[in-house]
């Protein structure tokens, strides 16, 4: 089944304490981003990658790393969460051919920063 | 910067009945994508309907629909004949082919249906 995988689904975390949301995709996309959604703000991008080892930021990076070894995989890395990081995570991907391709969601990470 | 407005933060809807959720932009481009996307409680956020900005015709998916005002900047969505299922957030987002594939979303609108 083509799907985009994220894990973990929940994550309860303490501010400082680095983590790694994973996320996965078996459909041979080029592309793939990270979004955050917020109350009242909707989604906002973070990061995306055009391909293997281009990564771009998007509207909100801050806080955050990425990186795109493989194609497949391109996990969100939170060196030192705080508070202001409490959100639901998504990851997407789409195929590169043209931008009207729809994104491909994960199942979304809810994660707290106490 | 590309802005969506979803103006309405909540809206409800009987069983069956019509219910139409506005939502503008404000993009500069000549060639840009509109999209709905659902969000139901599992918080999977599946594609509702797409438009593409130069074509004239309204995009329609089964129960769904669009009215595309481009002068007016504007992307409304209709659900025609409302189901208990089509109970989530919707949101509204836009892609243009000089922002490299970003969607920029609106806030969201929840849609309650009464039984």
């Known amino acids: 089944e083509a799907q985009v995988t994220q894990n973990p689904r929940y994550l309860i975390t303490v501010t400082g304490k680095k983590l790694t949301v994973t996320c996965s995709q078996n459909?041979?996309?080029?592309?793939m981003s990270w979004y955050r959604q917020d109350p009242g703000l909707g989604l906002r991008q973070i990061y995306y990658?055009?391909?293997?080892?281009?990564?771009d930021k998007g509207d909100v990076p801050e806080g955050y790393k990425v990186s795109r070894k493989e194609k497949r995989n391109f996990p969100l890395i939170l060196e030192s969460p705080s508070p202001n990081q409490t959100s639901l995570y998504f990851c997407?991907?789409?195929?590169?051919?043209?931008?009207?391709?729809?994104?491909?969601f994960g199942n979304g990470t809810r994660l707290t920063v106490t | 910067a590309q802005t969506v407005t979803q103006s309405q933060p909540e809206m409800s809807v009987q069983e069956a009945e019509t219910v139409t959720l506005s939502c503008t932009y404000d993009t500069s481009e000549s060639d840009y994508y509109l999209f709905w996307y659902k969000q139901p409680p599992s918080r999977q956020m599946i594609l509702v309907i797409r438009q593409e900005a130069y074509k004239q015709q309204n995009a329609t998916e089964n129960r769904f629909s669009v009215n595309f005002q481009k002068a007016a900047k504007s992307f409304s969505l209709k659900i025609s004949d409302s189901q208990l299922g089509d109970a989530a957030m919707y949101f509204c987002?836009?892609?243009?082919?000089?922002?490299?594939?970003?969607?920029?979303f609106g806030a969201g609108t929840t849609v309650t249906v009464r039984a």
């Open positions: 987002a836009e892609s243009t082919s000089s922002n490299d594939y970003k969607l920029s």
């Open positions: 459909m041979n996309h080029e592309y």
């Open positions: 997407a991907s789409s195929p590169i051919s043209s931008y009207n391709s729809p994104l491909h």
């Open positions: 990658s055009m391909n293997v080892e281009v990564t």
